[in-house]
Every structure is written in structure tokens, then in C-alpha cells.
């Protein structure tokens, strides 16, 4: 080979190299676009530089305008973790897209893990998605048609994602985080009647889970006293302290509470929480997420329902001493029909609540006892017209909500805000 070929070849391969090392890196995944006839949310979203970590995209600077392009999406749940930071997320092809907004809403960026984990259902707040702030997250991913069980962890706000394999073979039924090491997961066996409940821990962020109890519901979960008892459905859980800890739940039809001191190797059940003498003409029962308002450990509520054929009245069950007791205030609302029949009220304090009958927005300040309806807003009723089913109503502030709705079929939805506490809204 003549010298000029070797010289040839060899700037050949510095050129390739020089081009392998300065290229730009891969683009993030390809945005979800909805189908041409349909209108849903419209996400201005932040494109992130490409993470090494499992392929998920880094934060990005949102000065840089060059980096955004915007999307349109199915959103299925949310959560605000400030004023102005909330996340939001769906499921697209399997994929979940989780995207998070510390801007009121103006951008998102894209944090949702590496697209090779797939997620045959929605993950929803509070049962298999949980953050403690926009740093700290942690989503669990059933094992339903997506291989086995795992959890994953994000403590850089989702620029990184790790994984962690689920010691559990039942179905994750809720999740919490009391901070960021310590956390509970409970579960629940693939069949109801086989009466199996399982709760785990992890004291290290869920590096690794500890199998604490195991056998029919929270109070017996160590005991076979009810071999064949079936556990309760709708649980909720959370923990104050990495101590102090409550299940609620339906069991056997009626709202049912526990409550554990010493981080849920045991149970026991409140017997002041529910009395049926106070409830004379229900068919049936709903009961909402046991929760505690922020920065408080000692005052807390759970919402409940009670059914009558198609209609449906809540009232709420607050404690002002750590769960030790409960106080039942009767809601003076109407009876609630329709799509959003078992829509709860939401309560950012001890006091202050709403709630949406119709296209009204409701407001009391006095734990239920009165409400006020609140002036008419067109952009609200316009919307509640094309996208009737209310899927979550939350308030962080006395003036920021939020308030996702959506078409029958589910298939398209809209996230909203509110600034006035509830007097305007707009879409997101």
C-alpha cells in the first residue's frame, strides 16, 4: 500500500472519531401526539439534554427557548408538590410519561424513566406513585403483563432513575414515604378470596424492602386467626412519622381505620373513627384517602361517602391529636350524581375545603358545616361541557389548584389551574 493510501486512511479515521466525539447527543424520546380530529393537553415542554443514566433526559436550563416544543398529551393523574411545582403523567404505548412543571404549568420537562420499562397500566398517586418533593420520587411497576415487580427511585428530581426488584409477587395496592429513607408498600395476592396482604418496608429508600407483615388485613397481618378472611378494598396509607402510620380502607362494606406506633409491625383498629348508628339510610359506602395536611402529623381527615342507589353524599372524619381520635363532620352539601358522583371534597386544612357540583365550585371555611358557591366562571363551564368527568380536584395554597377533567371515553383530558382560590380557572 503506497504511502499516500495510509496517510489517506488514517485522516479518515480521525475524521470519524472527531465525529463520533463532538456529535450531538441522541434526542429525547419522540413527543405523544394525539390524533388529528381530537383536541387534549398541550404541554410546552423543556427537551433535555439525553441522561446516561437508563436514558433518561437531564434537567435542562428553561432559558434556552430553543429547547422547547410543544406536545399534546393524555394526562391521567397529577400532584402538586408546591404553589408552583407539579407533576403530571399518562401512559402512552406502554410507556409512562411522566413530566414535571416548577413554572405554574408555562413548561414541563420530561422525567419519566427509560422507555425499556414498559407499564401495562397508569401508575396512580398515593398507590404505586409517590413523591415526597420534586426531588424524591418513587414509582412502583406491577408485575401485570410487564414482567415482575419493581421500584423505581429518583432522589435528582427524575434526571437519574434506579431500579429495584420488589420482593413481593402480589399486587401494590398503596405507598409512602415518610421521608426519604423510610417507606411502606403493601400488596395484595392476585386473588381477593385467597385473603393474602403483605406489607413490606425499606429504611434506605427503597435500595431494599423488608417483608414486615403478611396474612388477611392490617390488624392480623402476622395472625391466621381468619385464614379465609378476604381483606378490604380501597386501602389508602400513610405514615406521619417513620413510626406512626394509618390503613384505611372498606372492609366488609363499612369505612374502616388502623393505626400502627412502631412502624407497622403492629395494628390496631380505631374504633372511634365510623359508627353505623350515624348512618340510617345507606345502601353503600365509598371511602376516600386517609391524609394529613401538610406539615401537620396531629390533623388529618378521611372523606366518606354514603350511597343511595345513584346518588351519593359525603361527609369527613377529621382528627386534631395524631389519629387517636376522630370527629365526624356532616357536609352540608347536596346528594352527587351522575359521572362525578363519587367525587370527594378536598381539604388543604383543618377548615378550608372545595368541591365542584356541577360546573359550581363549592368553598367552606368552617370544616364543611357551610359552603359557599362560588361566581360562575365560563372558562370552567365551557370546559366542563366538551370534558364532563372530573378525575381530581387538589389544593396546595388558599389561591392554587388544580383540576384535571376528562371526555367519557377517557381518551382525551385537561389539566386546569386556578390562582383565585377558585373563582377563575384556565387550562395549563
Request: with cysteine; proline share 6%; net charge negative.
Amino acid at each position: 500500500m503506497s504511502l499516500w493510501h495510509k496517510l489517506a486512511g488514517t485522516a479518515l479515521v480521525l475524521v470519524l472519531l472527531l465525529t463520533a466525539c463532538t456529535s450531538a447527543p441522541p434526542p429525547a424520546a419522540a413527543p405523544v401526539q394525539n390524533e388529528p380530529s381530537e383536541e387534549g393537553q398541550t404541554l410546552t415542554v423543556i427537551n433535555p439534554e439525553a441522561s446516561e443514566n437508563q436514558g433518561n433526559p437531564a434537567a435542562a436550563s428553561a432559558e434556552n427557548k430553543n429547547n422547547r416544543y410543544q406536545i399534546q398529551t393524555r394526562l391521567t393523574d397529577f400532584q402538586l408538590l408546591s404553589a408552583a411545582t407539579g407533576l403530571a403523567w399518562g401512559n402512552t404505548r406502554n410507556e409512562l410519561r411522566l413530566y414535571i412543571t416548577e413554572d405554574n404549568g408555562k413548561t414541563w420537562t420530561n422525567i419519566s424513566p427509560a422507555a425499556s420499562v414498559p407499564f401495562s397500566t397508569t401508575p396512580e398517586y398515593g398507590k404505586d406513585i409517590f413523591f415526597l418533593d420534586p426531588n424524591h420520587g418513587f414509582i412502583v411497576r406491577n408485575s401485570a403483563g410487564s414482567g415482575d415487580t419493581i421500584v423505581l427511585r429518583t432522589k435528582d428530581g427524575g434526571v437519574t432513575w434506579k431500579v429495584t426488584s420488589f420482593p413481593g409477587t402480589g399486587e401494590v395496592k398503596a405507598m409512602v414515604f415518610a421521608d426519604p429513607a423510610n417507606g411502606w408498600i403493601l400488596s395484595e395476592g392476585t386473588s381477593r378470596e385467597s385473603g393474602q396482604r403483605s406489607l413490606y418496608a425499606t429504611d434506605n429508600g427503597a435500595q431494599s424492602f423488608e417483608a414486615l407483615l403478611g396474612g388477611t388485613d392490617p390488624v392480623s397481618l402476622l395472625s391466621s386467626d381468619h385464614p379465609a378472611e378476604t381483606p378490604g378494598i380501597d386501602p389508602s396509607m400513610a405514615f406521619t412519622s417513620p413510626h406512626r402510620g394509618f390503613v384505611s380502607e372498606l372492609k366488609d362494606g363499612f369505612p374502616t381505620l388502623y393505626l400502627t406506633q412502631n412502624g407497622g409491625l403492629t395494628w390496631t383498629k380505631s374504633e372511634q373513627f365510623f359508627s353505623l348508628d350515624k348512618y340510617k339510610t345507606c345502601d353503600s359506602f365509598t371511602i376516600g384517602t386517609v391524609s394529613f395536611f401538610s406539615g401537620s402529623a396531629r390533623e388529618g381527615w378521611v372523606p366518606v361517602g354514603c350511597s343511595r342507589g345513584n346518588s351519593t353524599k359525603f361527609n369527613g372524619y377529621f382528627t386534631e391529636d395524631a389519629g387517636i381520635s376522630w370527629t365526624l363532620a356532616p357536609f352540608k352539601l347536596s346528594w352527587q350524581t351522575g359521572l362525578n358522583e363519587k367525587l370527594a371534597p378536598t381539604f388543604l386544612t383543618w377548615n378550608e375545603g372545595w368541591t365542584i357540583l356541577d360546573s359550581t365550585v363549592y368553598y367552606t371555611s368552617d370544616q364543611g358545616a357551610s359552603w359557599e358557591p362560588l361566581p360562575d366562571n365560563e372558562k370552567l363551564i365551557e370546559t366542563l361541557k366538551g370534558y364532563p368527568e372530573i378525575i381530581k380536584l387538589q389544593f396546595f395554597t388558599s389561591q392554587v389548584g388544580w383540576l384535571l377533567v376528562a371526555k367519557e371515553d377517557q381518551q382525551r383530558s385537561l389539566l386546569m389551574q386556578t390562582k383565585d382560590g377558585g373563582r377563575s380557572w384556565q387550562v395549563l
